[in-house]
């Protein structure tokens, strides 16, 4: 094909079955300026889009540069996209609207259409044309360690209202969402990076809970859904939803009528990769009726290689039907027609309105769950605050480490603070807590008799404030808890409007899910 200009229109017959082939396929890549790595993907292997992590990323000038050189060199443009979901899984943090996650603004109890607007414009301005959000889970489990307050509620109706609204605001500012992870993955124990959920439950639960928030967004205009690497064994007991024609086609496209893109979680996650030959997977995706398939992972040109050349084979021999193949490529160039530019951004849009957007969110956010006389601290008060790690594979690896109390400082609140980890438990127990009035203990994802567990054991109940970072689930483990308050997300917006929330004793949040309250 010759290079397109914005006004020509992708047509199915101008496509070669190369060019088809890698019209499904989107791949992520490595480097922050454009190498041989992506020319090879965009030359070679033909490929319908790439997607950008944290490791590709430095400005929001430096991603505008590199998208434009990337349409630059396709013949067809292509999808680029992120995960843009907000909160601790966002691969943009500097530069562009402030995003709290999806529990954080459920907490508010406001619409997340303009921020979801304003940060879909900062995407489309520096070249984005997909964003993988919102997030359509049901957060029913509290001991999910992937989605927790990833997801906008345990309520469907309220997870689908958020979804409806995020979704719109993205798609106004001509960036397809993707709302993730159908069926749904909000009731497992499992991470799907590392291995593969099981939910046991029947499709009239499924459609009760899970499904709902899915169904309301397509009836709501829903452009585009993810699917996840999840067994339910109700639906189909062999393959996970991303491989299932079952759930896919027979669930998905016929009895919930959605006519949009479907794309897939990434599919070198340990769920699906460590179960399936690269052949199985492109074979299995594809006549499920999946329309992109996504690899994230290594990012290895090799395996991208090896991805692109099984595609092809197992559509040379039918073993995947032409006409599978043109109907989801059909659908694909239809919307890059409609939302996708072959260049031209410029990272030029106006910050100050977009900040205070999303820190207004944010300061709404600020939970307080139980309070008996804490409030207001005094300057005798002592912070213990964890060293987090990683606690899911989708939070940003390379997020700047900041501690409540240097978050303080910047409000000229000066504290002792204490930095702990599972080693650190027996010493803070020598620590003298008698000489401070009050003790904030900050906790991050809690679970069974773990080392945090341990550390609340040892300190004075009424004059501590525990300050959940993540999970509100948190009090759940701990005995006697007077003071608990949740603010969903460690990340520096919500630390500081944590510290203002406390300084102004001012907290407007109301807990979007229901714990088990019984202290």
């Given at each position: 094909?010759?290079?397109?200009?914005?006004?020509?229109?992708l047509?199915?017959?101008?496509?070669?079955?190369?060019?088809?082939?890698?019209?499904?396929l989107?791949?992520?890549?490595?480097?922050?300026e454009?190498?041989?790595?992506?020319l090879?993907q965009?030359?070679k292997l033909?490929v319908?889009?790439?997607i950008?992590?944290?490791?590709?990323i430095?400005?929001?000038?430096?991603v505008?540069k590199?998208?434009?050189?990337?349409q630059?060199?396709?013949t067809?443009?292509?999808?680029?996209?992120v995960?843009q979901?907000?909160g601790?899984?966002?691969?943009?943090i500097?530069?562009?609207?402030?995003f709290?996650?999806?529990?954080?603004?459920?907490a508010t109890?406001?619409s997340?259409?303009e921020?979801?607007r304003?940060?879909?414009?900062?995407?489309?301005?520096?070249?984005?044309?997909?964003n993988?959000?919102?997030v359509?889970d049901?957060?029913?489990?509290?001991?999910n360690?992937v989605?927790n307050s990833?997801?906008y509620?345990?309520?469907?109706?309220?997870?689908a209202?958020?979804?409806?609204?995020g979704?719109k605001?993205?798609?106004?500012s001509g960036?397809?969402p993707t709302c993730?992870?159908?069926?749904?993955?909000?009731?497992?124990?499992?991470?799907?990076h590392?291995?593969?959920?099981?939910?046991?439950?029947?499709?009239?639960?499924?459609?009760?809970t899970?499904?709902?928030?899915f169904?309301l967004a397509?009836?709501?205009?829903?452009q585009?859904?993810?699917?996840s690497h999840?067994?339910y064994?109700?639906?189909?007991d062999?393959?996970p939803?991303?491989l299932?024609?079952?759930?896919?086609?027979?669930?998905?496209?016929?009895?919930m009528?959605?006519?949009?893109l479907?794309v897939?979680?990434?599919?070198?996650?340990?769920?699906?990769?460590n179960?399936?030959?690269h052949?199985?997977?492109?074979n299995?995706c594809?006549?499920?009726?999946v329309?992109?398939m996504i690899?994230?992972?290594r990012?290895?040109?090799?395996?991208?290689e090896d991805?692109y050349?099984?595609?092809?084979?197992?559509?040379?021999?039918?073993?995947?039907?032409?006409e599978?193949?043109?109907?989801?490529v059909s659908k694909?160039?239809?919307?890059?027609?409609?939302?996708?530019?072959?260049?031209?951004?410029?990272?030029?849009?106006?910050?100050?309105?977009?900040?205070n957007?999303g820190?207004e969110?944010?300061?709404?956010?600020?939970?307080l769950v139980?309070?008996?006389?804490?409030l207001?601290?005094?300057?005798k008060?002592?912070?213990?605050f964890?060293?987090i790690k990683?606690?899911?594979?989708?939070?940003?690896?390379?997020?700047?480490?900041?501690s409540?109390?240097?978050v303080?400082?910047?409000?000229?609140?000066?504290?002792?603070?204490i930095?702990y980890?599972s080693e650190m438990?027996?010493?803070?127990?020598?620590?003298?807590?008698?000489?401070?009035?009050?003790?904030?203990?900050?906790t991050?994802?809690v679970?069974?008799d773990d080392?945090q567990?341990?550390?609340?054991?040892?300190l004075?109940?009424?004059k501590?404030?525990?300050?959940?970072?993540?999970s509100?689930?948190?009090?759940?483990?701990?005995?006697n808890?007077?003071n608990?308050i949740c603010i969903?997300?460690?990340?520096l917006?919500?630390l500081?409007?944590?510290v203002?929330?406390?300084?102004k004793n001012?907290?407007?949040g109301?807990l979007?899910v229901?714990?088990?309250?019984?202290?």
């Amino acid at each position: 094909m010759e290079k397109l200009k914005n006004n020509i229109k992708l047509k199915l017959e101008d496509l070669t079955l190369e060019e088809k082939v890698g019209q499904l396929l989107m791949f992520a890549f490595h480097g922050t300026e454009f190498n041989d790595q992506l020319l090879t993907q965009i030359e070679k292997l033909k490929v319908g889009g790439v997607i950008f992590f944290g490791r590709n990323i430095v400005t929001p000038e430096q991603v505008t540069k590199l998208t434009n050189e990337i349409q630059a060199h396709a013949t067809i443009p292509l999808y680029i996209g992120v995960d843009q979901e907000g909160g601790t899984v966002q691969r943009i943090i500097n530069g562009v609207t402030p995003f709290p996650g999806a529990m954080a603004i459920s907490a508010t109890q406001n619409s997340n259409y303009e921020v979801s607007r304003a940060v879909g414009d900062d995407l489309r301005k520096m070249g984005f044309n997909m964003n993988f959000a919102p997030v359509g889970d049901v957060n029913n489990n509290p001991n999910n360690p992937v989605i927790n307050s990833r997801s906008y509620s345990d309520d469907p109706e309220v997870c689908a209202k958020y979804v409806i609204d995020g979704a719109k605001g993205f798609l106004d500012s001509g960036v397809i969402p993707t709302c993730k992870h159908f069926p749904g993955h909000g009731d497992t124990s499992v991470d799907s990076h590392i291995s593969l959920p099981t939910v046991n439950k029947d499709l009239k639960s499924l459609e009760k809970t899970e499904l709902l928030p899915f169904k309301l967004a397509i009836e709501g205009g829903l452009q585009g859904i993810m699917a996840s690497h999840i067994l339910y064994p109700a639906i189909d007991d062999k393959y996970p939803a991303t491989l299932s024609k079952a759930i896919i086609t027979d669930l998905l496209k016929k009895k919930m009528g959605f006519k949009g893109l479907i794309v897939t979680d990434s599919l070198t996650m340990g769920a699906i990769n460590n179960n399936f030959t690269h052949k199985e997977i492109v074979n299995l995706c594809v006549n499920a009726g999946v329309d992109l398939m996504i690899f994230c992972g290594r990012a290895d040109l090799v395996d991208q290689e090896d991805i692109y050349k099984s595609l092809l084979e197992e559509v040379k021999c039918g073993n995947i039907p032409m006409e599978r193949v043109d109907e989801s490529v059909s659908k694909l160039l239809a919307y890059k027609n409609n939302y996708v530019l072959n260049g031209n951004f410029e990272c030029n849009y106006s910050k100050e309105e977009r900040i205070n957007i999303g820190t207004e969110l944010s300061r709404d956010s600020i939970t307080l769950v139980k309070e008996n006389n804490f409030l207001p601290i005094t300057d005798k008060t002592l912070v213990i605050f964890p060293k987090i790690k990683l606690f899911s594979l989708v939070d940003n690896a390379d997020e700047e480490y900041v501690s409540l109390g240097n978050v303080f400082k910047r409000y000229n609140k000066s504290f002792d603070e204490i930095i702990y980890d599972s080693e650190m438990v027996d010493v803070i127990k020598d620590i003298d807590t008698n000489k401070y009035d009050k003790v904030i203990l900050c906790t991050y994802n809690v679970t069974k008799d773990d080392y945090q567990t341990k550390l609340w054991s040892k300190l004075d109940k009424e004059k501590t404030m525990v300050v959940s970072m993540r999970s509100p689930y948190d009090i759940n483990h701990l005995d006697n808890v007077n003071n608990y308050i949740c603010i969903y997300e460690a990340t520096l917006l919500a630390l500081q409007s944590l510290v203002e929330a406390i300084i102004k004793n001012e907290f407007k949040g109301k807990l979007p899910v229901k714990i088990n309250n019984k202290q």
